[in-house]
Nanobody, 127 residues
Framework: QVQLVESGGGLVQAGGSLRLSCAGS????????MGWFRQAPGKEREFVAA????????YYADSAKGRFTISRDNAKSTLYLQMNSLKPEDTAVYYC????????????????????WGQGTQVTVSS
């Protein structure tokens, strides 16, 4: 059974940092392209960052560039999102997701192209 479990969310002041983790069952992380999405109350789910199966290719939303870093440890079957210089507008539930890759460098920013999802972890940034 495919399972993705996020952790690391919490309450942080503006300008602070958080590191999100996403642990996958079996080879869910190592076999797939991975991504992070977020959804704020009353808003649609939006793309944050993606990483290829090989880890050699990453892609970020403009809102995340320069502040967030996506990475993966396939040996640990874990995906990470390091978030620095957090802003109140980063407040949302953050989800990790896995997508069957077309190639080792495949990345995707469209949530509908992802096959498996975690339950999410809340990130709240206070001003």
């Amino acid at each position: 059974q495919v399972q993705l479990v996020e952790s690391g969310g919490g309450l942080v002041q503006a300008g602070g940092s958080l590191r999100l983790s996403c642990a996958g069952s079996g080879r869910t992380v190592s076999n797939n392209a991975m991504g992070w999405f977020r959804q704020a109350p009353g808003k649609e789910r939006e793309f944050v960052a993606a990483i290829s199966r090989s880890g050699s290719n990453t892609y970020y939303a403009d809102s995340a560039k320069g502040r967030f870093t996506i990475s993966r440890d396939n040996a640990k079957s874990t995906l990470y999102l390091q978030m620095n210089s957090l802003k109140p507008e980063d407040t949302a539930v953050y989800y990790c997701a896995a997508a069957r890759p077309i190639s080792p460098t495949y990345v995707n920013s469209v949530w509908g192209n992802y096959d498996y999802w975690g339950q999410g972890t809340q990130v709240t940034v206070s001003s």
